[in-house]
């Protein structure tokens, strides 16, 4: 007997040009609040998003978004959509990709060089800072994700003179209803009501770069103090962001560094910090700065008693990003310069294995499948997605998303809070 594939799709109350994988089981796999996608989205900085389907690791889609720079972005916890903001000189515009039918459905106009969207918890929004100002204000984003209607705030900048990103990174506190942002041309923290475009500013003694929450707790990156020698060190700033404006500093934690590190203030430079899923633990990464990619430590540090439990340096150039697995008993340490991922045990602090591309270099970003079983790392200047099996940390399949450019960036499967905390420990009471 033969099938017709139209009327099957039709008696199901489907679109008979629905592609295969955004069918009913196929679109999204696991439980909890974030769905994590079959396909694994590989963000490329020449203006395409790849889809890899993580059951036979084969390109399933090449979905050109009309920008340049997009290297990140975020998915919304249904899975639906796709954002990724295009950063390159003379950009303005995020793109919103439909997740089911792998095509953009609107590109939405925000501001000078949009760099980092991070979608609400609640899925309804989706907060955007940029790299560039506009006015002499850096403008920071908020996207309905119903309507697609644009609203901004805009941070005033002292600093006129500052060059290089005006920020990098956000995060929503624990309410949903707040976003933490840094101004890098004044040192600062600055938190905005989303609702009501309210701001509240706390001065910082460098660049904030990164940002996690647990709870009321806010700990921020602070990526060395300023004026930069050879005496900086990282530092984790921390806020009781309870009353979020009215945040409070309470605290601060330092990094330590090898001799190799402080020999080059350049090679000073803190890059992401995380929370580990047992809430238990703070990793911390030292990269150095991007004229020297070449810090490679960690600092572990105990979140109640704010005791370092471990420095560790990894043998790697350019540390920046500390990828927690499904079942967090292992971090991933990704870098920028470098073609080697040291693996963490988190109950040993010990590295347990190295996975290396053997080529290639700035392997930055990782995105697991639902059950942990594989992992997949891009490989930037390689122009590849590795596909690592993770009972024994080999490399099983290498997946070009383009011939040339060294432009493969974030790989991402489902939502975050985080780049390193993904699914249903996204987000930390």
Request: charged share 20%.
């Amino acid at each position: 007997m033969t099938i017709d594939r139209r009327r099957l799709l039709a008696a199901a109350g489907l679109s008979a040009t629905l592609p295969w994988w955004a069918l009913p089981g196929c679109a999204t796999l696991g439980t909890g609040r974030a769905a994590v996608h079959r396909m694994v989205f590989a963000l490329r900085g020449d203006g395409a998003v790849v889809a890899i389907d993580s059951e036979t690791d084969a390109v399933a889609a090449r979905i050109p978004t009309g920008g340049a720079g997009g290297t990140l972005g975020s998915l919304t916890p249904d899975g639906r959509w796709l954002y990724v903001a295009n950063n390159a000189a003379g950009q303005r515009t995020l793109v919103k990709i439909d997740t089911q039918s792998l095509r953009v459905a609107a590109t939405l106009e925000t501001g000078n060089r949009p760099k980092h969207p991070v979608v609400s918890p609640d899925g309804r929004r989706v907060a955007l800072n940029h790299s560039g100002v506009d006015g002499g204000k850096i403008r920071i984003a908020f996207v309905d994700v119903a309507t697609d209607r644009v609203r901004s705030a805009e941070i005033a900048v002292r600093n006129a003179q500052h060059a290089g990103d005006f920020s990098m990174h956000g995060a929503w506190l624990a309410d949903g209803r707040h976003y933490a942002i840094g101004n890098y041309a004044d040192n600062e923290v600055v938190v905005i009501d989303a609702e009501t475009l309210q701001q509240h500013v706390v001065a910082v003694e460098g660049n904030p770069h990164y940002f996690d929450v647990l709870g009321r707790q806010l700990w921020v990156t602070l990526e060395a103090g300023e004026p930069k020698s050879a005496q900086s060190r990282p530092v984790v700033a921390i806020f009781d962001a309870a009353n979020p404006m009215g945040l409070k500093r309470t605290g601060e934690v330092a990094m330590t560094l090898s001799a190799h590190e402080t020999a080059n203030p350049a090679r000073i430079e803190g890059h992401h910090g995380n929370f580990t899923p047992d809430r238990q633990r703070f990793l911390v990464c030292n990269r150095g700065a991007g004229s020297a990619l070449e810090g490679g430590s960690l600092d572990v540090f105990d979140v109640n008693t704010r005791q370092r439990l471990a420095h560790l340096e990894l043998g790697i150039k350019g540390a920046g990003h500390a990828y927690l697995t499904p079942d967090g008993r292992h971090a991933l340490v990704t870098q920028y310069n470098d073609t080697r991922v040291p693996v963490l045990d988190l109950q040993s602090l010990r590295v347990v294995a190295t996975i290396d591309a053997g080529g290639g270099g700035h392997l930055g970003h990782a995105a697991f499948t639902a059950d942990g079983r594989k992992v997949y790392l891009n490989n930037r200047k390689g122009d590849e997605v590795l596909v690592v099996d993770t009972s024994r940390w080999a490399i099983v399949k290498r997946v070009a998303t383009a011939t040339s450019g060294q432009a493969q960036a974030m790989v991402l499967n489902t939502y975050y809070g985080v780049f390193e905390r993904v699914g249903p420990q996204a987000l930390l009471a």
